[in-house]
């Protein structure tokens, strides 16, 4: 019985997450937050004593997904015109295409094979949040379940240049655009470094040395002029370059995971490049007015240098420009659950064995 429970145990533990996002598990509670050791005079001294998380917590692995965004997508607009939903506007900068929607006067898209990883941009700071709500209401087709979950959509909205919506999460949310910490955490400390006292690095790939940005497989420069080098190193980062730099490709048709040696060192793909990356950080004016949502991060065609560790960003949270998207925290699974869906099995693996039992004495 006791191996049982342990392969039903590893068996819950290893179910696919139901929102269909790879999660990464980020532990080392209690870590050390960033000293600020590495900055230079342009660097933001705000995310000086950041980083430092309390307790475990999960990110997506890549950001979210061509394919991720349009099940969204589709589930929010394949619907009378009437019934659509405020601050969603589709995207210019993902892999899908339109198609015939099931419902009269409704949007609908489809994925061509080979587009479902491409990343996906023009995502404003709410639309993060309304996809977070969806995926807290366990992806309901109803309508609520975009306005609420994770953040109250009424709070959305503007007094002159300070924005009125909700700062941060609801204590009980199951899926939120990630904070300040937790994004930086994820992506620039290492847990085992120093003989597991764990470290931070100022860039996303567990070094301190500036990427490589270009196509996948193409030898780079690291300085500029980028371009290819046949000397240099292979590209680690769709960031920072376009098709001028690198006759013959495109970064926006490059999928996430194509860099697969160039991970945080929690295992976070493509936190260089692709888009920058929201999370919940509020910048105010006069410390008590909000003005702006943080993000990190360099994009496809900009942001040489802003991977760095002190280079984080803000714009307003309905603003949704070609090169901003984001990554999906969330909860760690309670060892309850874990526990009640390797209890079940080991149950019903008992009542097999013992009606096995039976029919063979018979």
Partial sequence: MAAALAVFHALALAQPDPSGIDFVTIGAPGNAAWDGTGITPDGDPRVIGRGSVGYEYRIGRT???????????????????????????????????????????????????????????????????????????????????????????????????????????????????????????????????????????????GTDQRLAYGPPGVRARTEFPLGPDPNGILAQANGGWDSQDFPGYNPFTVPLGAYPDATSPFGLLDVAGGTREWTEYVFLTNGTWPTGRGFDGSAWTTGFGLDRIYAPGGDFPNTATFDYGFRVASAVPSAGACFSLATYGIFWLGSRTRKGVTHEGR
Avoid at 74 to 84: G, H, L, V
Avoid at 124 to 131: F, I, K, L, P, V
Avoid at 169 to 177: D, E, L, T
């Fill in 63 to 205: 950001e979210v997904t061509t394919a991720q965004w349009v099940e969204f997508f589709n589930a929010a607009y394949d619907r009378p015109q009437s019934d659509w939903l405020p601050h969603l506007f589709p995207p210019d900068h993902w892999g899908a295409v339109s198609t015939t929607p099931n419902t009269p006067g409704g949007r609908r898209w489809s994925v061509p094979a080979g587009n479902e990883m491409r990343a996906v941009g023009d995502i404003s700071w709410r639309m993060a949040a309304m996809y977070c709500n969806w995926l807290h209401n366990d992806k309901s087709l109803d309508r609520t379940a975009f306005l609420n979950g994770a953040y109250d959509v009424s709070t959305f909205g503007f007094q002159g240049t300070f924005f009125t919506d909700q700062l941060t999460h609801h204590p009980s949310a199951k899926f939120w655009v990630p904070t300040l910490d937790e994004w930086l955490k994820a992506v620039h400390f290492d847990p085992n470094a120093n003989a597991g006292q764990g470290r931070w690095w100022l860039y996303p790939n």
